[in-house]
């Protein structure tokens, strides 16, 4: 399969793509740029700054607005669109990088060292009373999350382990019995962003390796999307059937004019859909 360019190469770092009827279809976040993106309808995409230098990750809240991973925490953004600041949970550089909707209405996001340090990183959780608590340490690029529909299982890739793990999930002890799921070594790139289908197929988008691929329950590679840009960061369900892929991009680092589709958003149809309901920030 391959994927089909949606637009110009717009962002510099593209990540963290989701579909909602909450907001009306697609946004994604041009992470360093500190700005939230939006694809209308009709093709065209609108650019919403945020008070933040880096925005990591949104995803949207019960309230009709939104939840977000900032540069150091988490903020708010009400229905009309004001945005507001939680107060920061560190003062190290260290920022933001992915994160998921837990089957409770919290919010896990994990982080990562701007050096990209071993251990530098963790997993926080915004709990819908508005406290946080960090959930995991000693990670280093904290990076793909998503939960299985029955809310027992999370499937999270820490980047530089080249593997897809699996949690166990309790509302009342978060992700705990960490294991190997898929060893992705031998496969092009580093595993990134991921997401699920409807029928519990793990989608990990590989940074460095052009594509997309498909696991199945037993973690094997069953598919593989094809990505005219090199660095590959998330992907995404959506649409009005939740039948499209959408994956966005990044030339983070890369030489003017080396990849020249770099930072596009790009989509697909791979025959499966994403799960019909969506979690929701429980603000």
């Known amino acids: 399969m391959h994927a089909d360019r949606l637009t110009d190469s717009i962002c510099y770092h593209a990540e963290g793509p989701y579909w909602s009827d909450t907001w009306g279809g697609l946004r994604w976040v041009d992470m360093l740029a500190g700005d939230l993106m939006h694809l209308a309808a009709d093709g065209t995409v609108q650019r919403l700054s945020t008070p933040s230098p880096v925005v ?5 809240a019960s309230s009709g607005g ?5 540069e150091k925490g988490f903020g708010l953004e009400d229905p009309d669109g004001s945005m507001s600041l939680l107060p920061p949970l560190w003062d190290k550089a260290v920022r933001m990088n992915e994160g998921a909707i837990a089957p409770d209405g919290s919010f896990l ?20 009373d508005g406290t ?13 999350l998503a939960f299985s529909a029955d809310g027992t299982l999370a499937y999270y890739v820490d980047t530089p382990t080249n593997r897809v793990d699996l949690f166990d999930w309790s509302d009342a002890d978060g992700l705990t019995h960490r294991r190997p799921f898929a060893d ?18 793990v989608w990990v988008a590989m940074h460095g390796g052009s594509q997309v691929l498909g696991l199945d329950g037993r973690g094997a590679v069953a598919a593989r999307i094809e990505v005219p ?23 983070e680092n890369l030489p003017e004019g080396e990849d020249p589709q770099a930072g596009s958003l790009f989509s697909v149809r791979p025959g499966v859909a994403g799960p019909a309901d969506e979690r929701l920030f429980a603000a």
Request: charged share 20%.
């Open 56 to 60: 990591a990750c949104v995803r949207p």
């Open 66 to 70: 939104a939840v977000l991973a900032l």
């Open 109 to 128: 996001c994990g982080s990562m060292a701007y050096d990209g340090r071993p251990g530098g990183a963790s997993m926080w959780r915004l709990l819908p």
């Open 132 to 144: 946080t608590r960090r959930e995991l340490g000693d990670l280093t690029i904290s990076n793909g």
């Open 184 to 201: 992705l070594t031998e496969q092009d790139g580093s595993p990134d962003g991921l997401t699920l289908d409807a029928e519990g197929n």
């Open 229 to 251: 840009a090199r660095q590959v960061t998330a992907c995404t369900f959506g649409g009005e059937d939740r039948g499209t892929l959408f994956i966005t991009t990044s030339r």
